[in-house]
């Protein structure tokens, strides 16, 4: 499919020189709209070059990282879009960690500002970094409220008014961000991606799929993620159409919002869909404007995908496959492949890029036979921030990233995932590395050793279950190792169960054998 031609026009593919094309393109027509307003195209780049001038008068410089903590929100946009024209290193956090795992991510990334939040969900992000050391932080930013205090300056102050500043030129092979993802090492790595990359990669993406300037495009994936950023956000903008920021996975509010905006465009995890499937609203509400669904990451049933064409109206359903490694993309299904292809298979390979599949010594193997997932193209990242031996590890002297994902490479090119990252497991859309929740545990003055694995459940598709040794002559309940969990990671992290026993199985090289906790579960 086409590219579309207003980009092909872009002097620069960074993200300060799209958003700048596309506000003459687009002028007033809506780009955002949240609950309390809406912000045409133009609005986007005045509004983020105010904020843009007031972060380099606060010492911002060209490659300096800047966080964002916050949920799907307008002023996310204008933040995140301020710190590329000022130069910066956007860094998204999620916003289910506790300040323990942000303040890890802030001081990795040795962020000098963050933007966060002080009311979601009924939580202060702000105060939960209260007792983190964060000697790198030099200024923290309020996006949704307007009070000043002496540590927490406010969004509100500075969006509407510029200051004199001097912008640096931005170039295509700037480093437009850096997204942490867990990894068997149990430590998050900075995931490396330019401007270019994150251009290239997301006009393919949304001319693929089909988004166009008519689509009302509503974005429930995170914002933190790059499905709710790059997919998001940033392919919105890119094709002109106008996007609602969903802050809150609600199924009924989702439905309520579909019918009123006339919602075309909705992405999301398999659960997103099912829970709207099972909802009763869809019965009395009008959803057919629906058109484009975008879906991966778990295992998707085939009724699945006839259910969202057949029932909720879809014309066009795609799953696809990436990592953040791979800025976001590395296969995806064609709207034309049929319920049974789209459901079992990832697509194949997008232009430019090359996909195959070797076995554990590395060589080559036939199509339709399992093996580790190798990819190659322009839209491997440069590497992991500040860990050149995770990077090696990673990415080869011939450019393959090594993905440590199992699939099965058809004929025609099509790939069949079987086995997500070695230990790894997808709780409602969201990929739970055993060893970081097993580091955390660990920080439990009780505990000696813990293991973890990922068990099928009804509604998340899976979730942890923690096998745990205590340290001699400590008592500790599940239920209150439960509620330490909670207070210290990420909720879809959280452990469901919790087993203690006396030793954990082991090999002869003292690793934990997995499998024979899978087998007692």
């Known amino acids: 499919m086409g590219e579309d031609t207003r980009l092909k026009s872009l002097t620069k593919l960074t993200i300060p020189d799209l958003i700048k094309h596309q506000a003459k393109n687009f002028s007033s027509k809506p780009a955002l709209i949240s609950d309390d307003e809406t912000l045409t195209f133009s609005d986007l780049d005045k509004l983020s070059t105010n904020i843009a001038s ?35 290193v956007l860094v998204p956090i999620n916003t289910r960690m506790k300040g323990k795992e942000a303040a890890y991510i802030l001081n990795n990334a040795e962020a000098k500002i963050l933007f966060s939040v002080k009311t979601f969900l009924g939580t ?9 050391e964060l000697p790198h932080l030099q200024h923290q930013i309020s996006l949704d409220e307007n009070h000043l205090s002496d540590q927490i300056k406010s969004i509100g102050s500075i969006k509407e008014h510029a200051s004199e500043a001097k912008f640096p030129e931005i170039n295509e092979s700037d480093m ?28 393919y993406w949304s001319s693929y799929i089909g988004l166009n300037e008519k689509d009302q495009y509503l974005i429930v994936n995170p914002f933190f993620h790059t499905f709710g950023y790059k997919a998001g ?39 997103l ?25 778990a295992s998707i ?59 554990q010594d590395g060589q080559d193997i036939p199509a339709g036979e399992p093996g580790e997932i190798l990819v190659r193209g322009y839209n491997i990242t440069k590497g992991y921030f500040n860990n050149p031996e995770a990077t090696q590890e ?33 709780v409602g859309g969201f990929n739970a590395y055993p060893a970081e929740i097993e580091n955390i545990l660990c920080d439990h003055p009780s505990i000696s050793q813990a293991a973890v694995i990922g068990i099928e459940d009804e509604r998340m598709g899976e979730v942890a279950k923690a096998f745990v040794v205590l340290k001699p002559d400590q008592d500790l309940n599940s239920d209150s190792l439960i509620e330490w969990s909670k207070e210290n990671m990420a909720n879809y992290k959280v452990p469901r169960i919790v087993e203690f026993v006396q030793e954990l199985p082991t090999n002869a090289a003292g690793k934990i054998m997995k499998y024979l906790l899978k087998d007692s579960s």
């Open 176 to 203: 437009a961000d850096i997204i942490f993802t867990s990894g068997t090492t149990g430590k998050p790595k900075g995931v490396m991606s330019t401007h270019v990359q994150n251009i290239k990669v997301f006009d």
């Open 394 to 426: 990673a990415i080869d002297d011939d450019g393959w990233l090594h993905t440590g994902d199992i699939g099965i490479l058809d004929e025609n090119g099509y790939i069949k995932i079987t086995d997500r990252s070695k230990d790894m497991f997808i």
């Open 233 to 271: 956000w940033l392919a919105s903008i890119m094709r002109g159409a106008t996007a609602y920021p969903c802050p809150v996975f609600d199924a009924d509010k989702i439905i309520e919002i579909i019918n009123k905006e006339k919602i075309s465009m909705l992405p999301g995890p398999p659960t």
């Open 54 to 88: 007031h972060i380099i008068n606060l010492g911002i410089l060209p490659g300096d990282r800047v966080a964002i903590w916050a949920p799907n929100m307008n002023e996310w946009v204008l933040a995140g879009i301020a710190i590329h024209k000022a130069g910066g």
């Open 301 to 359: 049933p085939v009724q699945l995908i006839k259910d969202m064409k057949e029932k909720l109206g879809f014309d066009t359903v795609i799953t696809a496959y990436g990592l953040t490694e791979s800025t976001g993309v590395v296969t995806m299904c064609t709207p034309d492949d049929d319920y049974k292809t789209i459901a079992t298979t990832s697509g194949c390979a997008i232009a430019d890029v090359e996909v195959k599949c070797v076995n």
């Open 124 to 132: 202060n992000y702000f105060k939960l970094l209260e007792n983190e």
């Open 273 to 297: 869909y099912q829970s709207i499937l099972t909802s009763n609203l869809i019965e009395t509400m009008d959803i057919s404007s629906l058109r484009l669904g975008v879906t991966g990451a």
